[in-house]
Each structure stands twice: as C-alpha cells, then as structure tokens.
C-alpha cells in the first residue's frame, strides 16, 4: 500500500507541478503585458508633454497660413491618443479578468472531480453546471463542457451496486463497541479481561480489517442511501432500494458502532474516555492515562476511519462513515449528560452538541441504541415506552432526530420474519424510527413499506476465535487478529 500511496503522491505532486507552470506563465504573460503596457503609457505622456511637440504646436499656433484646421486635427490626435491609453487600460483590465476567470473555472472542476473519489458524480456535474460568467453559463465555456462531458462518461460507466450485488439486502452490515487502544490494560487479566476478549475488536484489528475491506473494494454506504422513502403518487410513502451507482468490482458496506458512550466501568481499561473535537477541528478521541494526564489521539473507530477516508477517499460512498448507537443511562458520547447534578451538566450538553454537529459533518449518523440498555424482546411494552421517551427526551436533543434504532444485545422486539405487528413495533414507528437494526450470523434484510429491517454482523473477538468460519468471506484472519489477544479463554 506504501507503493501505491507513494505513486498517488507523486501523481498529485506532478499534477500540481504542472498546474503550478501553468499558472506561473499565466503571471509571466500578464507581466510581459503589463510592462508592455506601461511602456506604452508612458511613451503616450511624454509625447504629449514633449516640449519639441509644443514648439510643434507654438508653430502651429504661430502660423497663422496653417489656420485652425492644424490646430484641430493635433487636438483631435491628442485626444485619439488619451482614447487609445485608456482603451489600452480597458483592454488590459480585461486581459487581468479573463485570466481570473480562467483560473476560476480551473479551480472550480478541480473541486466538482474531488466530489467524484467518493462517486457523487451528479454533484459534480451540478456543481459546474452552476457557473455564471461574463459571457454566460457554463455551456460557453469550452472547458465546462469538457469537463462535463467526461464526467458524464465516467458516470455512464459505473454499475448498480458495483455489480456485486443484485439488491441491497445483500449488502454487509458491520459492527463493533469501542476499540481497545491499550491491550496492556484491557487484556491485564482482571474481571472484565473476558468480556474485552469476547465483544471487543483492538485498534490494530481494525485498522487491518479496514485496508482488507478497502483492498477488496468494499464502500461505506449510509442506510439512508441503501433504502430511500419515496412517496407514490397517492402521496403515500414507501421504502425502496436505493441506486447506489460504483465501479465494477466495488462492494457497498454499512458500519455501526454500538455503545459509543464510553461508559465507566471501562475506565483505567485501555480504552477512549470520550469524544472531542480537535486542535484540527476534526472528530478526535480522548484517552486518560494511566498517571491521570489526557491525550487526544486516534483511540477508538471515529479518528481511525476519518483518517482512513481522508487517505482513500474512494473507499466512502458520498462520504458516508458509520452509525454510532448511544444509549442514554451514562450520557452520550463520554460527557454525563444524564446527570443534572453534575457541575459540567450544562457545558456538557453544548459540548455534546457541538461534538455531533462536528461528527454529522464528517459523515457520521447517529442511532438511539435505547436509553437502558435492555432486552427489548423480554421487556414490557411499557417499560419500552418510557425507555424510548427518556431516550427521546434526554438523548435525540443532544444528537439531533434520528430514525435508526439499534436493538440492545442485538434483540429484535420480535421474532417474526413477517411484518412486525406487535405494539412494540406501532410505538416505535410512532415515535420516528424507520431503520431497525438487531444482530444475526448469518445477515438479513426486510424491506417494507413502513420499515427497514437488517441485521448485522458482529467484528468481535467472539467471532474471530470462536466462529472464524463466519467471517471467511471477509478476511483471512490470520492477518486481522491482534498478535497480542489472548486465546479464546470463555
Ligand atoms: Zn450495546
């Protein structure tokens, strides 16, 4: 991969070598004719106040047999000649806004083709489309149409679903809870050791597992692009495959986070405490150490992927990343939101805000993943009622509204394979939700026309040490699993 980035760079680098020699000629032919100019300028004023020339014109003026036709004929060069200079001047404020143009519509397909590394072509072509110059639209301007029609070309080219797939229900949902950043400490043997082994994946594993996905072509799609709601022409809504469109051989992928609340019995654990956004106005991680001082740095899933896309742009569908599930008992996001009596309550809940407005710009999507935690197949519908409600109360503020919910444990309401018709489900509905996610071995999806419900996949240690065959088709896990996980020990 170090080649391939190696050779990206260098194309990036001879593109804007040669970009940059375009300009600098730009500049040099706007200085050759701004001094050719200003020597003709010049020349012009010293004509006009060259003394022999008042001699000429005291001449003129004295003679008298010449009469006042001389006298009108040099007034009247003089004058063509102060026309001319500021024709010259008009010309040359004309040459500078042409050459600024032309730069401008530069810059402005080189910004539509940045849309393109994540296959938003229609943004692109509607990005130049919107280009009003002096002249008129972009379909004046030679380069705008060229460039428009490659675009269209290349767009042509791409296929449902990078023809891996013959309909979304195929498509992968992955999954994960928080990485472990320090498997000295996760892995240190004590109560909870176990439980990380099972249900955690370690940085070092998922950044494996990343470039394995993108080497085999996978792209993060958000949900919301894998089934669209449309409205018939009954004004009734209904949910539809989306048309997702990518190059052959591509592979769309859903990611999910479940419990990104950084709860507190992972303190002192070897995990992320919280996130924060950065000196870099990025999404980052806080990590408290073990002697109580905090460093910022690529803990946990958020940072890892927005770095990973920043570098292979390709490997996200219009920018997609993933969608992180909160519970609300512990707060959100690693901040006590849930705690009045706090002392931070109320900077918190800003905080929060902030974070997720930062992170919904990077990409990312939220899901409520319930506010307690529970089982919600066993549970009352009533208990789920004012679970969901203290969710929506306490949570959805902080995040902004969503229609994904993550079942707890992976526990679906119900078992049918049908419609869902419990009460449960009309609550639910009721209440804004649309995407239902539980979590299943072998994957599945439900279409309907109210409803969306899939299932995920788990990335854990469980699944690498105990169902290694399960994820066969993804990885060779002998390249993924950490060297510094325990064995299977449950
Ligand atoms: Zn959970």
């Known amino acids: 991969m170090a080649d391939r980035n190696g050779s990206r760079n260098r194309k990036r680098k001879k593109k804007s070598a040669k970009r940059l020699g375009f300009i600098l000629l730009l500049e040099l032919l706007l200085l050759v004719f701004l001094a050719g100019s200003y020597y003709i300028i010049s020349k012009n004023k010293k004509d006009n106040n060259n003394p022999g020339k008042i001699v000429d014109n005291n001449q003129d003026k004295n003679d008298k047999s010449k009469g006042n036709n001389k006298n009108t004929n040099e007034k009247d060069k003089n004058e063509i000649e102060e026309k ?151 004004g009734k809504t209904k949910f539809v495959e989306g048309e997702i469109y990518l190059p052959p051989g591509k592979k769309p992928f859903v990611l999910s986070q479940d419990d990104v609340n950084y709860y507190d019995y992972m303190d002192g654990d070897g995990f992320a405490s919280r996130i924060v956004i950065g000196g870099d106005g990025k999404p980052t991680c806080e990590m408290i150490l073990k002697d109580g001082s905090v460093v910022q740095g690529p803990y946990d899933i958020v940072p890892i992927l927005d770095a990973f896309v920043e570098e292979h742009p390709d490997f996200s569908y219009k920018g997609a990343k993933g969608i992180l599930a909160l519970t609300g008992y512990e707060g959100s996001l690693g901040y006590r939101t849930d705690d009045p009596t706090s002392p931070t309550y109320e900077q918190d809940k800003e905080t929060v805000k902030e974070v997720a407005r930062v992170l919904k710009e990077n990409g990312w999507e939220f899901a409520s993943h319930s506010y307690n935690h529970r089982n919600m197949l066993e549970k009352s519908f009533e208990f789920i009622k004012n679970d969901t409600n203290r969710w929506l109360d306490e949570v959805a503020p902080l995040i902004g509204p969503t229609d994904i919910f993550i079942f707890p444990f992976g526990v679906d309401i119900e078992r049918t394979m049908g419609h869902y018709s419990s009460d449960k489900y009309t609550f639910l509905k009721k209440a804004g939700f649309n995407y239902f996610h539980g979590v299943d071995s072998k994957p599945w999806m439900h279409l309907k026309d109210d409803y969306v419900r899939m299932t995920r996949r788990p990335l854990d240690g469980q699944a690498m040490l105990q169902f290694p065959e399960r994820l066969k088709d993804l990885f060779n896990l002998d390249e993924i699993i950490d060297p510094e996980r325990p064995p299977m020990n449950w």
């Not at 379909?139 to 979304?168: C, Q, R, W």
């Open 84 to 234: 001319l200079s500021q024709a010259e001047l008009a010309a040359l404020r004309e040459q500078e806004r042409l050459l600024k143009e032309i730069t401008e519509r530069e810059e402005l397909i080189e910004e539509a083709k940045k849309l393109t590394l994540s296959y938003d072509y229609d943004s692109a072509i509607e990005m130049i489309k919107t280009y009003q110059g002096k002249e008129g639209g972009y379909e004046v301007y030679p380069a705008l149409v060229t460039a428009i029609n490659e675009l269209e070309t290349t767009k042509n080219s791409l296929v449902l679903y990078g023809g891996s797939y013959t309909s979304v229900a195929q498509f992968n949902h992955i999954f994960f809870h928080s990485l472990i950043a320090d498997n000295s400490l996760a892995f240190d043997g004590d109560y909870d050791s176990t439980g990380y082994n099972m249900y955690m994946t370690t940085t070092y594993e998922f950044e494996k597992m990343m470039q394995s996905m993108y080497e085999d072509g996978y792209v993060l799609v958000s949900v919301h692009d894998l089934a669209k709601q449309v409205t018939d022409e009954n």
